[in-house]
């Protein structure tokens, strides 16, 4: 049996997936975006935000573009990267910018991209959320993997928690959604749940 935390999670998975007729609750069109890396023309890398892609992983991940690219913006501060290559400029200021990060060196730009790009996928969380259950010997395991809400299960014992994969073969996997992102979060942050760093 799940426990009432599990449960909203699973009831808001249940509502994205089937829209009840009478359920209005987080019945909104939702659109999640990736930042994703392409090469130009020229061989330069550079970085874009899209609609999410299927079988391609972005680089960030989120449910609304200006998040993402504050997120740009604070990564292309801290790497020095041209904020055009860096996909955070848009309309005229495409044609317009320059700055004192443009480089005709092909080869030092896109390792200066890869080296962001590395940071910003380490700095992804990924995290098990444990509690034990009051009157039963089972534990609720909830997953978030690289940012996202991962998935969930009642377990009788629990993992080693040594790899990713092992703790996905024993949870069931469920498409995420901003309001399951954020009560997830909001229980690690509680203090209610162990909480196993599974970032490095």
Same mark, same amino acid.
């Not at 890398?45 to 079988?55: P, T, V």
């Given at each position: ?126 995290? &098990?959320? &444990? ?6 010997? &089972? ?14 299960? &009642? ?46």
């Amino acid at each position: 049996m799940p426990d009432e935390i599990t449960a909203m999670l699973l009831e808001s998975v249940e509502i994205k997936k089937w829209w009840p007729e009478l359920n209005r609750s987080q019945k909104n069109l939702q659109r999640i975006y990736g930042a994703y890396d392409y090469t130009d023309h020229k061989g330069r890398l550079r970085i874009g935000i899209d609609i999410e892609k299927k079988n391609i992983k972005p680089i960030l991940k989120g449910y609304s573009v200006n998040g993402l690219l504050q997120q740009l913006n604070d990564w292309q501060r801290k790497y020095e990267l041209c904020p055009k290559l860096a996909g955070i400029l848009e309309g005229e200021s495409l044609q317009t910018h320059t700055c004192v990060y443009c480089t005709d060196d092909i080869e030092f730009h896109n390792q200066k991209i890869n080296e962001a790009m590395e940071a910003m996928m380490k700095k992804c969380d990924s995290f &098990v959320l &444990v509690r034990k259950h009051y009157d039963k010997d &089972v534990h609720s395991c909830i997953m978030v993997d690289n940012n996202v809400f991962y998935g969930m299960a &009642v377990v009788d014992e629990l993992p080693t928690f040594n790899s990713k994969e092992e703790i996905k073969s024993l949870l069931t996997h469920y498409k995420n959604n901003s309001f399951a992102d954020s009560l997830v979060y909001r229980l690690r942050d509680s203090g209610h749940y162990q909480c196993i760093d599974l970032s490095t």
